[in-house]
């Protein structure tokens, strides 16, 4: 299976339909084989290798090769509908395998965005963050809790200046990590409320991504871990996603590329 080098390889190997299907069958993501929904015999590829078929006097059956996939009910004219499909098994990536960031010999510095009003946040520093880890914080009412928990709680007084004199603490590297995260909305022109969490849970997906990973190969191992092929003989259609929001991340978790030092950013849309 050829790795994805470039724009321009996937541009010169995937030039129409038939090269289309291969690069996804040697990943998993279409059928290697289909029976027959009717005689349930073997059917053969046709049409330049996108739609299975068998046509016998008995039996006269042309089946799409998305069908029972990842790919099906996906109008891929529409580049949109393809953008919240992808996003949406980013969500479901993150939402498999929480991230934990800490622990005692480790400091994480928090931040918060459009938190409305509650006092959310201990939720998700526990969920998120190991016991015994140094927790950087600024004066935010909601912060003082954590010296009640398994932490050493440092704040910053940003009224009195950014880095603290006695203990050196600063949060401005997570301040750096959140800029990050809104410059896509920058490069769209603002993004709507609704469209907010999968837009983050995009961000945070290539943010855990190693240096030597590249999206174009690890966004087909998630959607063959999480979407495989089904195997029953006439597969139902897959749902599309409505216009209405369908991903919900309330905390976006993000580990800088520090050795010793983590970052979180909080967010409640």
């Known amino acids: ?14 030039k129409h339909e038939e090269t289309a299907a291969q690069f996804l069958g040697e990943r998993g993501l279409l059928h290697s084989e289909r029976l027959c ?35 099906e009910g996906i109008n891929k004219s529409v580049t949109a509908r393809w953008n919240r499909h992808l996003q949406q098994v980013l969500a479901e990536a993150l939402a498999e395998a ?19 009003g509650a006092n ?25 809790c954590l010296s009640r928990e398994a932490y050493t709680h440092l704040r910053v007084n940003y009224s009195v200046n950014f880095v603290d004199g006695a ?28 469209a907010l969490p999968s837009h983050l849970c995009e961000f945070t997906w290539r943010k855990g991504l190693v240096a030597s990973d590249d999206a174009f190969d690890a ?3 998630d959607i063959l871990r999480l979407h495989p092929p089904r195997s029953d003989a006439w597969p139902t259609s897959i749902p599309v996603l409505q216009r209405t929001r369908t991903v919900t991340v309330p905390t976006v978790v993000v580990a800088s590329a520090k050795s010793t030092q983590e970052c979180i950013v909080l967010l409640i849309p």
């Open 167 to 194: 203990t050196g603490a600063h949060t401005q590297s997570v301040e750096s990590l959140w800029a990050q995260a809104k410059q896509g909305n920058k490069r769209r022109c603002g993004t709507r409320q609704s």
């Open 1 to 14: 299976m050829a790795t994805v080098k470039s724009i321009c390889w996937l541009y010169e190997t995937i």
């Open 98 to 116: 929480p991230v934990q960031l800490g622990r005692p010999s480790r400091t994480v510095k928090l931040d918060e965005s459009l938190f409305p």
């Open 37 to 71: 929904p009717v005689c349930e015999e073997a059917m053969r590829l046709g049409r330049g290798g996108v739609a299975w078929y068998r046509y016998k006097r008995s039996c006269c059956r042309e089946v799409s090769i998305r069908t029972g996939t990842w790919l």
């Open 219 to 221: 966004i087909p191992a």
């Open 120 to 144: 959310p946040a201990a939720h998700h520093i526990q969920r998120h963050v190991r016991a015994g880890t140094t927790v950087i914080t600024d004066e935010w009412r909601a912060y003082p």
